[in-house]
């Protein structure tokens, strides 16, 4: 006669600590054909190379960070236009993974977003080499939203006009 298998609670246990495991290691993903860098090697090689900073704040599950990166980031000429103006910066808003500020202070990604008010994703700020930021946007954006803000970043408006003034063609 068989005995019906009942897990035994060491089982239980080991099954819900992989489960827990698992999902802790879960990321948000950059999107994909682009080489972005931690915050800490992003901020190195902009200063090497005095480049400024594409930061990408995304989460793991961001519907909206998934549109943007399937309709928006899959354009081949907005990749080759971002890789060659920007260092390319992705931070998992929700990520424990520990960062080191230009200070030396070390915290964590999530409280990167914190400190920068970043409280919903995605959220894309332009940066000095030195982590100054330039400008801030959220949420879903168009390759034509992103050739406008590289021509804002990149042609140095930022320095006598804010994005509001630029985007609204105020001066």
Known sequence: MLR???PTFKFRITV???AMLASAAVWGDPPAGYKFL???QG???ARAEHKPIFLYFGRYG???CQKTNDETFSDAKLRQL???HYVLVYVDAESGKRLTLPSGERITEMELGARLNVFATPVFLYL???GTPIAKVPGYKTVKDFVQFDHYVHDDIYKHK???EFLSGNS
Request: with cysteine; net charge negative.
């Open 43 to 45: 901020l190195r090689q």
């Open 162 to 164: 804010t994005l509001a």
């Open 82 to 84: 971002y890789s060659q």
């Open 4 to 6: 019906p298998i009942v």
């Open 38 to 40: 931690s915050y800490d």
């Open 16 to 18: 819900i600590l992989l």
């Open 128 to 130: 000095q080499p030195d």
């Open 62 to 64: 961001c519907g909206w």
